[in-house]
Every structure is written in structure tokens, then in C-alpha cells.
């Protein structure tokens, strides 16, 4: 097996997870992580490939996030969707479907650097990559993931809350 | 004693800390109540944040993407995948590009009040407007009335309704093979029925769709009945060139409410991809109108498929 293969095979999935959630669009996720296998063969050698992958796929994702066309299409499927399951009798199903939506927005409300701590984390990156993806000392990673996380929890939790409220007023 | 610190805590619960410095945190936590409620907050945050962004990942039962087959199983070398890879992508994104805001606005804005049957007969796969359906178009039945005089006989009702024989209108279909020849008849149906779909300005009654024999059609053709549109994924693939859908998919085993909006993402060759999940030429879709969206749409699998009560919206997706 070639270096690019072994790195394909080691790294797609957890790079193509990484991008779906950070970006709600697998679509966009894969072509991401193929612009980012492309880049790495053209590299000679990769010193440390999984922070090199993972960094060069941030890049990416910030480079076109710049554009932020899709990114404000998704929201607004987004918004639809909520909407209308707003009207719905919430189910099992539903449940988790809102359940996505709300960790969706709450993951989009943090800081770029907080979202991408911790989902460089949920890949499996420690510290010292992470520390280098994200261009910040090793010391202030446990911070950054500190805030993010509670973070998270805050915001999703406020969603539901918002969401139970919303379903209270529609009720009475 | 110091003051617990969170930073330092979640780098010991990641087992981060070198061993001495997590020796040390591990005595406090056991010594210090403070930094014990500490610790277990941070354990709680820890597992939070991983549910929570494990949520990301739900995606229900019958459009899970196809898993990556591994490099190793392969017999080409890897720069064929990769070139292919880039070959696929370029090639699907142009296809995508061709639908252009010029072309797409005035399909999804235009405020097209002719029955769904209507427009499939009488509307020429054009940019759907009032003027440009021609005057024999009329027909003589009660379906074939204006959506405007609908709107005056039946207030409350919506622009579907008045094309509907029956708001039971929900389809069992047997799914057939395909000509070439039927193929293009619905690729061409299917562009008229698209008109249709542009920004319906009336709300229709929640009344849920129930399939019934009377319904039942055959499935080779892009049909429209009473406002539901169906055919198989080639043909609402030329729908798809003329205005962005979401699709919400449902699954042959699941119950309707398990339904899932996928937005159409790409069109290319005989397939069209539902965010990550690749619609076959051959699969059924069909969509059922509900107010000022569209509901009830399904994809099935098998040689069998319903048009299930209205259970999720389809929205016409925000022009690019």
C-alpha cells in the first residue's frame, strides 16, 4: 500500500466526519476532504499528516467559507425545516431531527476556534495537534476546550428550552 | 490550595497532562470538594459536547451514504481515484452551475396559479407564466379551472386543491422499467410540471393525503395528480435543472413522520445526489403539495411506492 493510499484509507472518514459537522453538508464535506488528499500529494513528505490533514482542511473550509454562500443556504433549509416541525407532533424520529437542528446552531454560535477545538478533539487530535492546527500554544488548548464545551452545553441546552417554550405558547 | 482550573481539568480528564501533573490534579480532586464538583462538571461537559455533536451525525435509515470501500480493495493505483474523484466533482459541480439564478428566479418566483394537471398539458416547458399558457389550454372540466377561480368558489383552499379530484390523493404506483423514449417524455413532462412548483401564494388545508386505488398510476411517466408530482429521479432530475428542490425522503420501513429533508445537492449522469445520498435513475420520487410548500415526497428502493400522507415539507431550496 502507497503512503497516499494508507493515508486515504486511515484518514478519509474521520476527516469527512469532522467537515460534515462542521459544515451540516457531507456533500461539501467530501469535496473538501478530496481538495485536501489532492493537496497532500503533492507534498514530498508530511511531518505529522494527521494535523497537516486536518489543517489543511480548516484552511479550506475557511477559504470558502469566506463566500459563505452555502453555508447561509444550509441555515435557511435549516430555519425551514425547524419551522415547519414546529407543526408536527414531535416523535422519536422528529425528536432527533430537532435534536441535530438545535446542536447544529449551537456548534454555529461558538467561536471559529472554539468549534474547531472541539471537533478536532472528537477526531481523536491531541493536544500538541490540535495546538497546531489551530495556531495556539499547547498550554491553552485544555482552555479553549474548557470554554467551548461548556459553551456547547449552554447553547444547546437554550434551544431546547426555547424550543419547549415555543411548543408551551403554541400549546395554550 | 489553588482555585480549581477547567483548562487544566479537561486536559486531565483528555489524559493530556504528563504523568506528574496528572498525579497532581488527581489528588486534588480527591482532596478538594472544589475541585472534585469540579472534575465531575467537566465530566459532564466532556460527555455533553460529545452527544451533542454526535447529533450531527443522525441520519436516518434508508439514505445513509453508501460506506467508502477501502483504498486496499482496489485494483487501480490511487491517483486514478483521485483523478476520478476530481473528474466526478468538477463534472457535477458545472452540472449544478448550469442552473443559474437567471434561470432558476423566475421558475421559483413566478406565481403560478394553473392546477399541476394543467400546467403538465397544457403549459410549454418554458418559464411559467399566465401569459405564456395558450388560450386553448382550458379545459372544459371542473380541473381545469384558474387557480384564481378556485380560490373564489372555495376560499380557504389552495392552489393544489383546486386541481385535486381528491385531497385522498396520495398514489400507489408500480414501478416499471423505462424506455428511452418514455424517458424523455418525462424529462419533458417533468419540466412543465416544475412550473407548477413555483412559489404557491395560498395556503392550503392539512388534510393528510391517503393513498387509494382510484389513485394508482403507472410510474413510468413523470405524472401529475391532483398536484402530486412523481417519476423517477432522471426525470424530476430535469426539474431539478430548472429550480433547486428539498426533498424530504422517506424510507420504505419507516413510518412517515420519520421522514428526513434531504436538499438536493447534484444532478450528474443518471444519478442525483440528496445530500450525501445518491438517487438512482430508476428510484421513485414524488411530491405532494401542501400549502406554500411541498410535502409527502418518498424514494423508495423496491418495485412498490406510495405517496405517503403529508408528513414533512418539501421546500423549494433558496436560489443560489
Known amino acids: 500500500m502507497s503512503d497516499i493510499e494508507r493515508l486515504f484509507a486511515t484518514y478519509h472518514l474521520p476527516l469527512v466526519r469532522y467537515l460534515t459537522r462542521r459544515l451540516g453538508d457531507r456533500d461539501w464535506a467530501e469535496e473538501i476532504a478530496q481538495e485536501t488528499f489532492v493537496r497532500a500529494l503533492r507534498q514530498e513528505a508530511l511531518v505529522n499528516e494527521r494535523s497537516w490533514l486536518f489543517a489543511v482542511a480548516s484552511n479550506l473550509v475557511r477559504d470558502e467559507a469566506r463566500k459563505d454562500i452555502r453555508r447561509r443556504r444550509h441555515l435557511e433549509v435549516l430555519a425551514a425545516e425547524a419551522r415547519d416541525a414546529q407543526a408536527e407532533a414531535p416523535d422519536v424520529a422528529l425528536e432527533r431531527a430537532l435534536d441535530a437542528a438545535d446542536a447544529r446552531r449551537a456548534l454555529d454560535a461558538l467561536a471559529e476556534r472554539d468549534r474547531q477545538a472541539l471537533l478536532l478533539r472528537e477526531e481523536g487530535l491531541d493536544y500538541p495537534e490540535i495546538a497546531e492546527v489551530l495556531g495556539i500554544a499547547v498550554g491553552s488548548v485544555g482552555t479553549t476546550l474548557s470554554r467551548a464545551r461548556r459553551r456547547l452545553a449552554e447553547l444547546f441546552e437554550a434551544q431546547g428550552a426555547a424550543r419547549a417554550q415555543r411548543g408551551n405558547h403554541a400549546a395554550s | ?320
Open chain 2, 1 to 320: 490550595m489553588p482555585r480549581p482550573d477547567e483548562g487544566l481539568i479537561h486536559a486531565w480528564l483528555d489524559g493530556q497532562l504528563p504523568p506528574d501533573e496528572a498525579a497532581r490534579v488527581e489528588q486534588l480532586a480527591a482532596a478538594d470538594p472544589e475541585w472534585a464538583a469540579a472534575v465531575a462538571e467537566a465530566r459532564g461537559l466532556v460527555a455533553a459536547s460529545s452527544r451533542i455533536l454526535a447529533a450531527l451525525d443522525q441520519v436516518p435509515a434508508g439514505v445513509i451514504p453508501r460506506p467508502m470501500a477501502a483504498p486496499s480493495r482496489r485494483v487501480l493505483p490511487w491517483w486514478t481515484k483521485v483523478a476520478a474523484a476530481v473528474v466526478v466533482m468538477v463534472g457535477g459541480s458545472m452540472l449544478v452551475l448550469r442552473v443559474t439564478p437567471d434561470t432558476v428566479a423566475p421558475v421559483v418566483r413566478t406565481e403560478q396559479k394553473l392546477p399541476v394537471a394543467e400546467q403538465v398539458k397544457a403549459t410549454p416547458p418554458v418559464a411559467p407564466t399566465p401569459a405564456a399558457v395558450p388560450p386553448h389550454a382550458t379545459k372544459p372540466e371542473p380541473a381545469a379551472r384558474t387557480v384564481q377561480d378556485a380560490a373564489r368558489s372555495a376560499p380557504g383552499t389552495g392552489v393544489m386543491t383546486a386541481a385535486a379530484p381528491s385531497r385522498d390523493a396520495a398514489i400507489a404506483v408500480e414501478a416499471k422499467d423505462v424506455t428511452g423514449a418514455e424517458r424523455a417524455v418525462r424529462e419533458r413532462e417533468a419540466t412543465t410540471a416544475v412550473a407548477a412548483k413555483g412559489a404557491p401564494t395560498q395556503e392550503a388545508p392539512s388534510t393528510p393525503l391517503l393513498p387509494t386505488a382510484k389513485n394508482t398510476v403507472q410510474a413510468q411517466r413523470v405524472t401529475s395528480v391532483g398536484g402530486v408530482v412523481g417519476g423517477t429521479a432522471t426525470a424530476l432530475r430535469a426539474e431539478a435543472r430548472q429550480a433547486p428542490i428539498c426533498y424530504r425522503v422517506l424510507p420504505d420501513s419507516a413510518p412517515p413522520a420519520a421522514a428526513v429533508v434531504m436538499r438536493l445537492v447534484r444532478v450528474y449522469g443518471d444519478t442525483m445526489r440528496l445530500e450525501g445520498a445518491p438517487v438512482k435513475s430508476t428510484e421513485t420520487a414524488w411530491l405532494v403539495p401542501h400549502g406554500a410548500s411541498w410535502r409527502g415526497v418518498m424514494i423508495t428502493r423496491g418495485d412498490t411506492v406510495r405517496v405517503t400522507p403529508a408528513t414533512g415539507t418539501l421546500t423549494i431550496c433558496p436560489t443560489p
